[in-house]
């Protein structure tokens, strides 16, 4: 007979039991761990002119985003770096701490403010959270050449435990590997980055214990992270304090150019200005080459279609132009226009469709573009490049005042286009922009300093904008390469002769 006593402990043994079993059955599975979810943006190349130094400044950044989706805070200690190769040269680069190329991305390229690395670490990922970055590398004042791209993104899955030697715990991280190769791009002269599968892979890593090595090594971080914090808010300072003084650069080349004398003010608004626009015109000749990026917006509300990219000017009036309409749709268009004072090559890449190039003869140019009498600047490369758009008008302009864009004081006019202007505005070269002209304002603001087209706007009668154009980052006397200005027709592409096609009366 079992007493109360001895039936307890038969349960006893019996739970120990089972609790040893269920523990030896487990002990084969492999512990979870933590990973963040993570997607990036392709990798973009940036370059800014360092004032100070009077010289370029190359760079490569990574946007990307992290989501925590345990249900649990998880730290986001990201660590993004950068291995640049070709053949057996390789250059590594570490995400740094570039307060002005940060700020460039935030206010030109995404116009919204993302985490660099010091913000992204600063406190853990609530559960749910997502959180967007930026890892910024800088290559100097050169730019190296390279075939293969790899971005090396750690900090994304909890550690995995080796065992330990001494004072060190060993662990495996995962590490996730972004790799690219750079190929001719299919759609214009130079190299594009092409994606290849991701990879991940386990590297062994050391980790010291809680106590006094530990304690140090987070005391020079938390030093390095508040260095850095401290930087940044100095420097948002300094371009406050700039930005209140008239935003005048240090001493040095800027990116207007270097200094040059103030020109006179022009006549009240509303009033025609030749002399004012003449001597912008001899200030902007002047200036051999310029690069800079450009926005353009045509339409209105659900109707509205954005483009961006980059254009090139050099003497000559020859000129680059890259623009990527619409980009992730299907209208997505990919444009490249390149004067080399001959000939006017257009290629565009349509989804869907394929590369189709067109090529316009300026020697065997007549009705395709019209000119006007008494206007010596409308001429071909005026028609064809956007950015010198306001030569057409010439002494036309009304002058309205000064506007401030950016480090820049502009030189604002305006055209109202009549009916000699109707011919010029519906020819077929004439940019989209201008096509949305006729019956309508045309507004121009000219660099003082550069004489170059910094924006222009098409209003309608109730000042609504229904077409802009705006370059921004301006490089004057960039070093642009001869061959940027050299189209080469992709292999297999047919070339259409757009001053025959006119001539035959097929206007495609």
Same mark, same amino acid.
């Given at each position: 007979?079992?007493?109360?006593?001895?039936?307890?402990?038969?349960?006893?043994?019996?739970?120990?039991?089972?609790?040893?079993?269920?523990?030896?059955?487990?002990?084969?599975?492999?512990?979870?761990?933590?990973?963040?979810?993570?997607?990036?943006?392709?990798?973009?190349?940036?370059?800014?002119?360092?004032?100070?130094?009077?010289?370029?400044?190359?760079?490569?950044?990574?946007?990307?985003?992290?989501?925590?989706?345990?249900?649990?805070?998880?730290?986001?200690?990201?660590?993004?770096?950068?291995?640049?190769?070709?053949?057996?040269?390789?250059?590594?680069?570490?995400?740094?701490?570039?307060?002005?190329?940060?700020?460039?991305?935030?206010?030109?390229?995404?116009?919204?403010?993302?985490?660099?690395?010091?913000?992204?670490?600063?406190?853990?990922?609530?559960?749910?959270?997502?959180?967007?970055?930026?890892?910024?590398?800088?290559?100097?004042?050169?730019?190296?050449?390279?075939?293969?791209?790899?971005?090396?993104?750690?900090?994304?899955?909890?550690?995995?435990?080796?065992?330990?030697?001494?004072?060190?715990?060993?662990?495996?991280?995962?590490?996730?590997?972004?790799?690219?190769?750079?190929?001719?791009?299919?759609?214009?002269?130079?190299?594009?980055?092409?994606?290849?599968?991701?990879?991940?892979?386990?590297?062994?890593?050391?980790?010291?214990?809680?106590?006094?090595?530990?304690?140090?090594?987070?005391?020079?971080?938390?030093?390095?992270?508040?260095?850095?914090?401290?930087?940044?808010?100095?420097?948002?300072?300094?371009?406050?304090?700039?930005?209140?003084?008239?935003?005048?650069?240090?001493?040095?080349?800027?990116?207007?150019?270097?200094?040059?004398?103030?020109?006179?003010?022009?006549?009240?608004?509303?009033?025609?200005?030749?002399?004012?626009?003449?001597?912008?015109?001899?200030?902007?000749?002047?200036?051999?080459?310029?690069?800079?990026?450009?926005?353009?917006?045509?339409?209105?509300?659900?109707?509205?279609?954005?483009?961006?990219?980059?254009?090139?000017?050099?003497?000559?009036?020859?000129?680059?132009?890259?623009?990527?309409?619409?980009?992730?749709?299907?209208?997505?268009?990919?444009?490249?226009?390149?004067?080399?004072?001959?000939?006017?090559?257009?290629?565009?890449?349509?989804?869907?469709?394929?590369?189709?190039?067109?090529?316009?003869? %300026?020697?065997?140019? @007549? *009705?395709?573009?019209?000119? =006007?009498? &008494?206007?010596?600047?409308? $001429?071909?490369? +005026?028609? /064809?490049?956007?950015?010198?758009?306001?030569?057409?008008?010439?002494?036309?302009?009304?002058?309205?005042?000064?506007?401030?864009?950016?480090?820049?004081?502009?030189?604002?006019?305006? %055209?109202?286009?009549? @009916? *000699?202007?109707?011919?010029? =505005?519906? &020819?077929?070269?004439?940019? $989209?922009?201008? +096509?949305? /002209?006729?019956?309508?304002?045309?507004?121009?603001?000219?660099?003082?300093?550069?004489?170059?087209?910094?924006?222009?706007?098409?209003?309608?009668?109730?000042?609504?904008?229904?077409?802009?154009?705006?370059?921004?980052?301006?490089?004057?006397?960039?070093?642009?390469?001869?061959?940027?200005?050299?189209?080469?027709?992709?292999?297999?592409?047919?070339?259409?002769?757009?001053?025959?096609?006119?001539?035959?009366?097929?206007?495609?």
């Amino acid at each position: 007979m079992r007493t109360p006593a001895t039936r307890w402990l038969l349960l006893a043994v019996l739970l120990l039991l089972g609790l040893g079993l269920g523990v030896a059955a487990r002990a084969g599975e492999e512990p979870a761990y933590w990973a963040l979810a993570f997607e990036n943006d392709t990798p973009k190349q940036l370059v800014l002119e360092d004032a100070a130094a009077g010289k370029l400044r190359f760079y490569w950044y990574v946007v990307y985003r992290v989501k925590n989706p345990e249900q649990k805070p998880l730290p986001a200690r990201l660590r993004l770096a950068l291995k640049l190769s070709i053949g057996n040269q390789v250059k590594d680069y570490d995400d740094g701490f570039d307060n002005v190329a940060e700020m460039h991305v935030e206010k030109k390229v995404l116009e919204r403010p993302v985490c660099n690395w010091a913000e992204m670490r600063a406190q853990p990922l609530k559960p749910g959270e997502s959180r967007e970055g930026i890892a910024i590398f800088s290559l100097g004042n050169e730019a190296p050449d390279f075939d293969k791209m790899t971005v090396y993104v750690r900090g994304l899955a909890e550690l995995r435990p080796l065992g330990r030697e001494g004072n060190v715990r060993k662990a495996r991280e995962r590490t996730l590997l972004l790799r690219y190769e750079q190929v001719a791009s299919r759609w214009r002269s130079g190299k594009e980055l092409k994606y290849l599968p991701e990879e991940w892979t386990l590297e062994e890593v050391a980790v010291t214990d809680r106590g006094e090595g530990e304690d140090e090594a987070a005391k020079k971080a938390g030093q390095k992270l508040q260095e850095l914090i401290e930087k940044a808010k100095k420097e948002a300072e300094r371009r406050k304090k700039l930005d209140a003084e008239g935003a005048k650069p240090p001493p040095g080349k800027s990116s207007a150019g270097p200094p040059k004398t103030p020109i006179a003010a022009g006549p009240p608004a509303g009033q025609p200005a030749p002399d004012l626009v003449n001597t912008l015109r001899k200030i902007a000749a002047g200036t051999p080459t310029v690069r800079a990026t450009l926005a353009e917006a045509i339409g209105q509300g659900e109707r509205r279609q954005e483009a961006t990219g980059t254009l090139c000017v050099g003497k000559d009036g020859k000129f680059t132009i890259e623009r990527n309409s619409q980009p992730g749709t299907e209208q997505a268009l990919k444009e490249q226009r390149v004067f080399d004072s001959q000939h006017l090559w257009i290629q565009t890449v349509a989804k869907g469709v394929g590369a189709t190039v067109r090529r316009w003869t %300026v020697a065997a140019t @007549k *009705k395709e573009w019209y000119t =006007l009498d &008494g206007k010596p600047e409308v $001429d071909f490369a +005026a028609v /064809a490049n956007p950015a010198r758009a306001w030569r057409l008008f010439a002494d036309d302009l009304l002058y309205l005042g000064t506007e401030r864009l950016g480090r820049e004081t502009a030189y604002v006019f305006e %055209v109202c286009p009549d @009916k *000699k202007h109707e011919a010029l =505005l519906s &020819g077929p070269l004439v940019c $989209d922009v201008l +096509a949305k /002209a006729p019956g309508r304002r045309i507004r121009f603001w000219l660099g003082s300093v550069t004489g170059f087209q910094l924006k222009m706007q098409v209003r309608d009668d109730r000042g609504g904008v229904v077409a802009a154009l705006e370059c921004t980052d301006l490089s004057v006397d960039a070093p642009v390469p001869p061959d940027a200005f050299v189209f080469k027709p992709p292999a297999g592409v047919e070339v259409i002769d757009m001053n025959a096609a006119f001539a035959a009366g097929d206007k495609p």
